[in-house]
């Protein structure tokens, strides 16, 4: 198992090294020269803008430049946003918690529909159940995030009242952020209702986030499950006379989990890519969001090192992926 | 059902909550962005101005609100010498710093926190010159207040004297201005004092009507009122800058209550905000002009026959409904009507594309060919300019002129439409800085501008010796005059095809009062009341 984590880890040193070289060239690629875009309409002289390139050190060698910048990173250091002069890194983990939660409960709520529905579907396949879910499913994993959003918001908080609309906890409660998890801190908080209030706001953004996951979460478990189901070690157990539960549960699900948890961990990166939108539509102050800001500003330390650290979180939890392969199949991790 | 009863739980819920706050008056703006930071003299967009300037601090001198008349402001009174050099400041007496959890102040406002002010814009070897990383002093160096002030030195404790190094009339406007914001110097010395510099940018102290209190980045900045606020307490006690950045959220949550003011409505939900008995939306012209810039260097452009006839051949009124939707108003001259010196006596070119079919021909210009550059961004002053391009290019089809689209990404077209030899018309516009006259009409079509600022390379010396002598002369009625006659020259000279102004509208609760539109943009709520 050691030995399989180390081989694991080890690949991901050249992926480091090649994302730090991705985010940095990205957003060098896109024309467009920070400075020139600070002035606006108003612009600057040559002389200006030339001490200006020299100030932010945008006039060295673009080498040197990334050179620093490795260096800076290896040291801990994403340096400074050119827009609020605060360091990157700080940046990231004030809004990255929003993100983190708002993911979690995305997660949570694709997997806990999104399974047990692919495993029905498949047990009782060709029903209507089965037709009915793959039907929703493939709306949903259709549907345009930023569509869905809006209107659910005018559905469920302008027409119906339910939900909030937008924000992570009504304006009335006010307390210091601990752990930037907005239920946590409610209720560390003690301030009545604070954690009704920060879970009211979670509802329509995590459906929103959830729905595309859960959708290929549930396509990928049916199929898994049916090409699992029609084995010869199901049919055994199944003429041995266990019960269906202990068959589906056991034998069967355990077996198609595989490529379920593969489409899972790559979830993690549509989780982000959705929170971009979801983030902006409900006003959720995230890290999707910032980047997006930080690239029409073209505030290169910002989208170099927000990108560098989400490429960062999904190798992580990719690398988690694969070593769950391991606990959940033996044949993995004995492979050579 | 359900909905009834949840809602009812909710309101009671509510109620319940504003009780417990001692039925404090919350006003909550549902402001469009997160601000840069808190300190205006290193930004120049406005969504950081209303989060700082507009609500912590003051400036000398102060725009009324909802025009672009000069107040005193931390300034009671001053004078100009003869020759327009120095301008000597009474500053006013017992005004107090905010008061927070991070800093009291042991003394009042004076000349020490004024002349801090601007020489740490104006010295580069002053200490906090680079105070915080890549600091650059945008919109006092966009402003040439480097070239143009001399020093700003103690008179004595309550008397300031700004010195220039050219008489510029324009100056008291700049003072009124963002940048200009007066920071406690009190509060600097401890800052530099404890090694936290970079919180002058963080946590603002000023002597607004507003004190900082929290800013939760990307969601929410809390701001209480300055008990001791110099022209008395306003009326609310907490203001919140709600950030919601989509327009049809943050339509959706005024309309659900959960914020009194939206800045930026959609043009699409005007209608329905009308409509809406719990709403208001009061409207009002924007500072600022949107325009096609000829290349007066390159013919037959240098012709302004030529320049005239295609002003004739532009479809205004089919632009404002194609790309404005009601939200714009024709504009005929280089400035907006909300400024001094506006010349309402100006006719505009009719709308005849035969007439100016027949002056192109006079002009001896046939089968024209041309660019038009379309900005790539959206701009209150021209939302959608690519649908602008395409509304010109078919109207100048009508009299025989061929028009090619042509467009950039932003900051590489402010650069390339900067060029001399530029091939082609830039759509453009500007939002005015300052109320000035001169901040239009000198920066956009100045002979200095020209490589610049001046996309129409346009310098006609009739039109600069005006301008030049209303720079230098300080008396308003004659630089009326000047500016008046400056606007005849541009219109007999068409640089440009003026196209329009932006029409302004505030979407807000019906309990708002006493909220004023602002020319410059800014969003200030110190005379905001709920009723």
């Not at chain 2, 004092?193 to 963080?202: R, S």
Request: glycine content about 8%.
């Amino acid at each position: 198992m050691l030995a399989f984590l180390l081989r694991r880890i080890g690949l991901l040193i050249p992926t480091f090294i090649g994302v730090t070289i991705a985010a940095f060239g990205f957003i060098r690629l896109l024309p467009g020269d920070p400075v020139l875009l600070m002035a606006g309409e108003r612009g600057l002289t040559p002389e200006r803008h030339a001490e200006l390139l020299k100030q932010f050190g945008f006039d060295r060698p673009i080498y040197e430049q990334y050179f620093d910048y490795l260096v800076g990173v290896l040291q801990g250091d994403l340096g400074n946003s050119l827009v609020t002069k605060k360091p990157v890194f700080e940046e990231f983990f004030t809004l990255f918690p929003a993100t983190l939660e708002l993911s979690i409960c995305a997660i949570i709520f694709a997997i806990a529909l999104g399974l047990p529905a692919g495993i029905i579907a498949a047990v009782k396949r060709g029903s209507v159940f089965d037709h009915s879910v793959m039907s929703t499913a493939l709306v949903g994993y259709s549907m345009p995030i930023f569509w869905l959003g809006l209107l659910f918001i005018m559905l469920f908080s302008g027409l119906l009242g339910w939900t909030p609309v937008s924000g992570r906890i009504s304006l009335l409660y006010f307390f210091e952020p601990v752990t930037g998890l907005m239920t946590v801190d409610a209720f560390l908080s003690g301030q009545p209702g604070a954690v009704r209030s920060a879970l009211s706001h979670l509802i329509l953004p995590t459906i929103v986030l959830g729905t595309i996951p859960m959708a290929v979460i549930a396509r990928q478990t049916r199929s898994a499950m049916l090409e699992v189901l029609g084995e010869d070690y199901v049919r055994t157990a199944k003429a041995k006379g266990l019960p269906p539960v202990r068959v589906i549960g056991l034998h069967a699900l355990r077996n198609a989990l595989i490529p379920v948890i593969t489409t899972i961990g790559l979830q993690v990166g549509v989780l982000l890519a959705g929170a971009i939108l979801t983030e902006t539509i409900f006003s959720w102050p995230g890290i999707g969001k910032w980047i997006v800001d930080s690239i029409s500003r073209r505030d290169y330390p910002s989208v170099q090192g927000g990108l560098l650290m989400i490429a960062v979180i999904v190798m992580l939890v990719n690398l988690t992926v694969d070593v769950l392969y391991g606990l959940v199949n033996p044949r993995i991790r004995h492979q050579r | 059902m359900f909905a009834r009863k949840t809602a009812l739980a909710v309101a009671l819920l509510a109620a319940t909550a504003f009780a417990g706050t001692a039925s404090a008056k919350t006003f909550v703006h549902c402001s469009e962005g997160s601000p840069e930071g808190f300190d205006p003299a290193l930004y120049t967009a406005g969504t950081t101005f209303d989060a700082s300037s507009n609500s912590v601090y003051n400036r000398l001198v102060e725009f009324e609100v909802g025009t672009t008349n000069i107040d005193p402001g931390l300034a009671e009174s001053w004078e100009v010498s003869d020759d327009g050099l120095e301008y000597t400041f009474k500053l006013r007496q017992g005004v107090k710093f905010h008061s927070t959890d991070y800093f009291t102040p042991t003394r009042d406002f004076n000349a020490d926190d004024v002349v801090f002010s601007f020489m740490r814009q104006l010295k580069k070897d002053h200490a906090w010159h680079q105070y915080t990383a890549g600091t650059a002093w945008e919109y006092f160096n966009g402003m040439s207040m480097p070239d143009l002030l001399k020093s700003v030195e103690k008179v004595d404790d309550y008397t300031v004297k700004f010195v220039l190094n050219r008489p510029e009339a324009p100056m008291i406007a700049n003072l009124g201005m963002d940048f200009a914001s007066i920071v406690s110097k009190e509060y600097a010395d401890k800052l530099a004092a404890d090694g936290k510099m970079e919180d002058l940018n963080q946590k603002p102290i000023g002597t607004g009507a507003f004190k900082f209190v929290a800013y939760q980045k990307d969601a929410v900045i809390r701001y209480k009122a300055h008990d001791d606020y110099w022209e008395g307490r306003p009326k609310i006690d907490d203001l919140v800058f709600a950030i919601t950045t989509d327009p049809s959220v943050r339509h959706q949550r005024l309309k659900a209550g959960e914020c009194h003011f939206n800045p930026y409505p959609n043009p699409a939900d005007l209608d329905a905000i009308r409509n809406d008995p719990d709403l208001q939306l009061p409207e009002q012209e924007g500072l600022n002009v949107g325009y096609l810039a000829y290349n007066t260097k390159v013919a037959p452009f240098d012709n302004a026959k030529v320049r005239k006839a295609l002003n004739m051949a532009v479809n205004k009124q089919a632009i404002l409904d194609a790309v404005f939707q009601g939200a714009g108003k024709a504009a005929k001259n280089p400035i907006p009507p909300t400024i001094w010196s506006y010349n309402d006596a100006i006719e505009d070119d009719p709308y005849d594309p035969d007439a100016a079919k027949k002056m192109l021909e006079e002009a001896g210009v046939t089968d024209l060919k041309m660019k038009i550059w379309a900005m790539p961004v959206q701009r209150p002053y021209n939302p959608n300019a690519r649908r602008m391009a395409e509304v010109i290019q078919s109207d100048f089809a009508k009299i025989g002129v061929e028009v090619e689209i042509v467009s950039y990404e932003w900051g590489e077209y402010l650069k390339r439409s900067k060029d001399v030899d530029r091939d082609g018309a830039v759509l453009l516009g500007w939002t005015g800085d300052n109320g000035d006259p001169d901040n239009f009409l000198a920066v956009l079509l100045g002979c200095d501008g020209v490589g610049g600022s001046n996309r129409a390379q346009w310098c006609n010396k009739e039109f600069e010796d005006l301008i030049q002598k209303a720079k230098v002369t300080s008396d308003v009625a004659e630089r009326t005059r000047l500016y008046e006659e400056a606007q005849v020259v541009f219109k007999r000279e068409a640089p440009w095809a003026t196209i329009a102004h932006s029409v302004v509208f505030k979407a807000m609760r019906k309990e708002v009062e006493g909220f004023k539109i602002h020319p410059f943009g800014s969003h200030i709520f110190k005379y905001v009341d709920l009723k």
